[in-house]
């Protein structure tokens, strides 16, 4: 077979095969080195792929030459093509900035397991994102999960509050998925299969309790792997206290492929034609979704860590995917699909302002941050414009999504829903304003624990992070590209769900 | 600690344990076994071992260093074995690719023996360092507080 | 009474699910140890893995294993043509074609193979397919190995010799669920005389079993290293040394969020 033919598997291939080598590196350089290689070259295949998937249309892999419904299936179209590029994209962006963030947070003598894990966590997301089988994607899930764990409590050199922050995440995980597992057993005694297409041809027609207890069981799962609103509680202090570069790479990837199996499997493998998932979208995730906004915006607002404050709004804009996917319209999913996109380009580039800040002044408190500017400008702007992103402010891409979510809520009739987007952004502007007036007006402290050095942060960590706040802009301007995209595979994902409740 | 008859039994034991994880490991073509529970059986042989004649005297025959060789050399096992089927022009673990001429399937045999060797290998290592880092752990905390 | 006690008792595998499912979640909520914990998690997985066995157990059947027993049936029907074989060889003169006659035997055997994986595996009409791929690959290599005509013919008619048996009791099989399950596997039953359960659960559970244990690891070894950085592992001293850190030190200022 040509490499075009073997392309569909290369994005999970190439990690998983490179990573474990990381560990038999010397100590020092050679580990991020090698990793970083190997995220480009991921972020190659996967950019060949999406190419190849719109122009082509869906391109399906069997694994070991196993048929499905009985073997494993690759499957990929334009939904999970895009969210494979932003994960590697993601991660292309984040290796060669966590060099010198991780020298500073981590022992170095752990720096080949830390890469490792990081190649592996990264192996896994893809994974999950590119399988067209429903228990490949527990196992995958898993694969990232774990991995996980252990990347978070490495932030234990610097805070010990890292552990148990990890032993929540571990535990709450863990009862999701394993709740995601009995949702799938629950549709494998219903249809016997397990392949997400045939399930969707097996499960029509099919509104049983049986069928309703999996996907019940597959939405909590799932919503507490994406901390959708009220099972969100392991988020704050995981990102809180994870390395900085864990942090912008899990809160730019993890929650985002956990929406993705969300909108897989509502729109995928169950159908519409059954009121019981109307039900749910209407009053489940519509009200978890605006509660999560508001609730989640002004906990938000009250914090005085910056990285928990982001975590925090992280939860927020989970509620506004969830919000756009609710509607069950082309618009709305396009709006969600958009702003996974968005919300990852803008929160990876926040959190990687805030590792430069903590890589120079040693804390994320919002004490460190008092006269940023006149130490870290370049940082410093980083952090605004992208934070001004995540208010929504035109000409970035936080604005973008606002619009996508807004023409969606008043196309499927939710004009309320339409001023509470809005009326959440203001808090946005509160919080995000709260640490701009600190940085642009305080008098940076010179003494005691949070005075900054003077110096900005290094090339290494400031082109990778002026990249993604480019990104920010770029597709803020070009709203075609990522717009234009997601509409076409929020369209073929609503073709296969059947229409709308 | 003169626990003679432990001591002999646990070497009696030794080669035993670790044939059978062999067997185990091969005869899982054929009936119930593989390389997961191959993984675990080989991983008890030492562990016993460590048991009777301390983590140090295990970690003189099977170095820590050696178990993170090994447990790379095992995924690159599997996953070697998928990109192998895949340059001979199978998919990814594609075992039919190894011997098309065959009728009787005879590259599903032996690439499913390249691929549960891996995983035995992976398998066994890993839980040795699993047992190694929690056994090995200074015991910083008193006895009566356990 | 007595057609509750039947509900109840009928059901006894997912009642036992069920009470380990809550015993493990309860503990993982309501205890404050952390150990206590992963073992909650612990019961908790294990209860999903129970209820997996009990979606692929079929009634009547073996646990997944090839069964030598089995294997002589298989034999027997290769036997019978390979026999054939002979007899038809030795009228052609040709002996090496009875070579022949026994692969296309062994093809039939393997067709057998084929048939009871399948029927453990899917409870529907995919069977069908499967059976008849496999005659259809089954048929080529003999056609085109055989030297001579006739033996090819033997080849088929022992294909054939099968096909009748498999085929129409598998037309009976296009409802879904346990019921589908339980005739595919009598009519498997009615080819072969040993049912197996399904194996793909069991497969599955594998999988998740090697998952629970990594993450028994991981959480085992977090515990162990918060006991070294806490000198505990209890969940409510933990949140009170973690407070007085916090808010201990300057305890006038307020700084409660």
Redesign the interface.
């Known amino acids: 077979m040509s490499l075009i033919a073997q392309l569909p598997v290369l994005p999970v291939i190439i990690p998983l095969v490179l990573a474990p080598i990381t560990l038999l590196l010397p100590k020092g350089r050679a580990p991020h080195l090698w990793a970083t290689a190997v995220s480009w070259l991921t972020f190659a295949s996967c950019a060949w792929l999406l190419m190849e998937v719109s122009e082509v249309g869906l391109i399906s892999y069997y694994l070991g030459d196993w048929a499905p419904p009985l073997g494993i299936e690759y499957r990929i179209d334009l939904a999970n093509a895009l969210v494979l590029l932003l994960v590697s994209a993601l991660a292309a962006v984040v290796f060669p900035f966590a060099y010198e963030s991780v020298k500073a947070e981590i022992d170095e003598r752990q720096s080949p397991y830390f890469y490792g894990a990081l190649l592996i966590c990264m192996t896994g997301l893809l994974g999950v994102t590119i399988t067209g089988d429903a228990f490949n994607v527990f196992v995958f899930l898993e694969i990232s999960s774990l991995s996980t764990y252990a990347l978070i409590a490495m932030g234990a050199r610097r805070d010990r509050r890292a552990l148990t922050a990890s032993f929540n995440y571990l535990v709450m995980g863990t009862i999701g998925a394993t709740f995601f597992v009995i949702g799938i057993g629950l549709l494998y005694q219903a249809t016997g299969t397990l392949n997400m297409a045939d399930l969707h041809d097996k499960l029509i027609g099919q509104d049983n309790r049986m069928v309703q207890a999996g996907f019940a069981f597959i939405l909590v799962g799932v919503g507490l792997k994406l901390a959708m609103f009220p099972m969100h509680l392991w988020l704050p202090n995981a990102y809180a206290y994870a390395p900085s570069a864990v942090t912008a790479f899990i809160a730019a990837t993890a929650t985002k492929v956990a929406v993705y199996v969300l909108i897989r499997f509502f729109f995928s493998v169950f159908n519409f034609d059954f009121p019981f998932i109307g039900a749910a979208f209407t009053y489940v995730l519509l009200p978890l979704g605006l509660a999560g906004m508001f609730i989640a915006s002004l906990a938000a607002v009250f914090q005085d860590d910056v990285k928990r404050m982001l975590a925090y709004s992280s939860v927020a804009q989970i509620g506004y995917m969830l919000l756009g996917l609710s509607f069950a319209t082309v618009e709305g999913l396009t709006a969600s699909l958009v702003h996974v996109f968005n919300h990852a380009l803008m929160k990876g580039a926040l959190f990687m302002a805030v590792a430069c800040v903590v890589l120079r002044a040693g804390s994320h408190s919002i004490h460190a941050f008092a006269g940023l500017s006149k130490r870290m400008p370049v940082t410093t702007w980083a952090f605004l414009i992208s934070g001004l992103s995540l208010i929504g402010v035109p000409l970035t891409v936080g604005f973008v999504s606002k619009w996508y979510l807004l023409e969606a809520a008043f196309a499927a009739g939710h004009w309320y829903a339409g001023f509470l987007i809005v009326a959440s952004s203001l808090i946005a502007l509160l919080y995000i304003g709260r640490v701009a007036e600190v940085m642009l007006l305080r008098e940076p402290a010179t003494e005691g624990p949070y005075a900054i050095q003077e110096k900005d942060a290094p090339l290494s960590m400031l082109i990778p992070m002026w990249v993604l706040v480019a990104a920010n802009i770029y597709f803020g301007v070009r709203t075609d590209l990522t717009g234009g995209l997601a509409e076409r595979a929020a369209a073929a994902l609503m073709t296969v769900a059947g229409g709308t409740p | 600690m003169e626990h003679l008859i432990l001591k002999v039994t646990t070497k009696l034991l030794f080669a035993p344990i670790i044939l059978f994880a062999f067997y185990v490991q091969f005869h899982g073509d ?3 076994g593989g390389g ?1 529970q191959a993984g675990i059986i080989f991983a008890v042989a030492f562990i016993l071992h460590a048991f009777c004649f301390g983590l140090d005297e295990t970690k003189k025959v099977l170095p820590q260093q050696a178990l ?2 090994a ?2 050399i095992g ?2 096992f599997y ?2 074995t ?2 192998a089927t ?1 340059l001979l ?9 190894i011997d098309p001429e065959s ?2 399937h005879a590259g599903q045999h032996y690439g499913i023996l390249l691929v549960e060797f891996g995983v035995g290998m992976t398998v066994a290592a890993t839980m040795l360092t ?1 047992f190694y ?2 056994t090995g ?1 200074e015991p ?2 008193d006895q009566k507080d356990w | 009474m007595g057609t509750w006690m039947d509900f109840i008792l009928e059901r006894y595998n997912y009642w036992v699910v069920i009470i380990l499912m809550m015993i493990g979640l309860y503990t993982v909520f309501a205890r404050g140890n952390l150990v206590k914990k992963v073992v909650g998690l612990n019961v908790f997985q294990t209860s999903v893995f129970i209820f997996y066995i009990t979606i692929g157990k079929i009634a009547g059947g073996t646990a997944p294993i090839y069964i030598g027993g089995e294997l002589d049936h298989g034999g027997g029907h290769g036997d019978d043509a390979a026999g054939g074989g002979h007899g038809e060889a030795g009228e052609h003169g040709a002996e090496a074609s009875a070579h022949d006659v026994s692969e296309a035997a062994e093809i039939t055997e393997s067709l057998h193979g084929k048939i009871d994986n399948a029927v453990g595996n899917a409870p529907l009409n995919e069977l069908k397919d499967v059976v008849s791929d496999q005659a259809a690959t089954a048929d080529n290599p003999s056609l085109h190995d055989a030297p001579v005509g006739d033996t090819a013919k033997i080849g088929n008619d022992a294909l054939l010799d099968v096909k009748p048996e498999v085929a129409p009791s598998f037309d009976v099989a296009t409802d879904h669920g346990e019921e589908a399950a339980h005739q595919v596997g009598e009519a498997a039953h009615a080819v072969t005389e040993i049912v197996y359960t399904n194996p793909l659960p069991h497969v599955l559970i594998l999988t998740a079993i090697v998952v629970g244990v990594a993450t028994t690891a991981v959480g085992l070894a977090l515990a162990v290293r918060i006991r070294e950085a806490y000198g505990t592992i209890e969940e409510d001293e933990l949140e009170a040394i973690d407070d007085i850190a916090e808010f201990g030190a300057k305890d006038t200022a307020g700084g409660m969020t």
Do not use: Q, W
């Open positions: 054929y009936g119930p997961f993170i060789v447990m790379v995924v690159l996953a070697g998928g990109v895949m022009g199978g998919s990814f673990l594609g075992y039919d690719a009728t009787h699993i880092h929690f752990r910083d905390i």
